[in-house]
């Protein structure tokens, strides 16, 4: 298996601007996490789904964060519209069943100017 | 805030067991004990968790107390490849990771 497949690996835009940021779980996964790194917050979790259902979106900062999960193998994060302080590292994780190991992608790493 | 207790840095040198330390005494009944290693500009990555038992598997064996308020990490051999910032998480497991400050592991030639 490639692994948690994210995309972009980059991006640099524009306060103001959406910003949408995808992720491919490991086949056969029925968990999906999102998580951003900054260095003053460190890793936090934003939002997470079981079987494409939202479990817990308490981690999600504003209304201005938004993530779907349209099917098992495909989870957008969308950023509309994105502040400089949404700069981070975006991190996508998978897992299967509870109490089991989750496997992280390689984290887009965004930065708005 | 993060439930678990770790030291900032640590050195060990090569070819030498690393033990990585965690308090973590308000841990439930069933909670886990998981352990991530961060290695500079790449995801996390699984290590090995456990609930009461010792667990042992490729990369490194976990020891947990009798009381469970504490565990230790141990990387039997390491090599400067293992130095990383090492997360020790507890949690139920269906649930997203809260991820503290973690212990940088500096592994000296």
């Known amino acids: 298996d490639a692994g948690v497949i994210q995309s972009p690996r980059h991006e640099v835009t524009e306060m103001g601007q959406e910003v949408t940021l995808r992720c491919k779980p490991i086949?056969?996964?029925?968990?999906l996490f999102w998580y951003r790194q900054t260095m003053m917050r460190g890793l936090e979790l934003l939002i997470y789904?079981?079987?494409?259902?939202?479990?817990?979106d308490s981690g999600m900062p504003e209304d201005r964060f938004s993530a779907k999960m349209p099917n098992a193998s495909f989870s957008t994060l969308k950023i509309q519209p994105s502040e400089p302080r949404d700069s981070a590292v975006y991190f996508c994780?998978?897992?299967?069943?509870?109490?089991?190991?989750?496997?992280f992608g390689p984290g887009t790493r965004l930065l708005v100017l | 805030d993060a439930k678990t207790t770790q030291p900032p840095s640590m050195d060990c040198a090569e070819g030498r067991a690393a033990n990585l330390p965690c308090n973590h005494s308000?841990?439930?009944?069933?909670?886990?004990v998981y352990w991530y290693r961060q290695i500079h500009s790449q995801g996390p990555q699984y290590i090995i968790h456990?609930?009461?038992n010792n667990e042992t598997n490729e990369m490194a064996s976990l020891i947990i107390t009798e009381d469970r308020k504490s565990s230790t990490l141990i990387l039997p051999h390491a090599t400067l490849r293992d130095t990383a910032v090492y997360y020790c998480?507890?949690?139920?497991?269906?649930?997203?990771?809260?991820f503290g400050k973690g212990t940088h592991l500096i592994i000296q030639p």
């Open positions: 994780a998978s897992s299967f069943m509870t109490g089991k190991s989750q496997y």
């Open positions: 789904f079981n079987n494409n259902v939202p479990i817990d």
């Open positions: 998480i507890v949690g139920g497991g269906a649930d997203g990771l809260t």
């Open positions: 456990g609930l009461k």
């Open positions: 308000t841990i439930s009944g069933n909670e886990y």
């Open positions: 086949s056969g996964h029925d968990y």
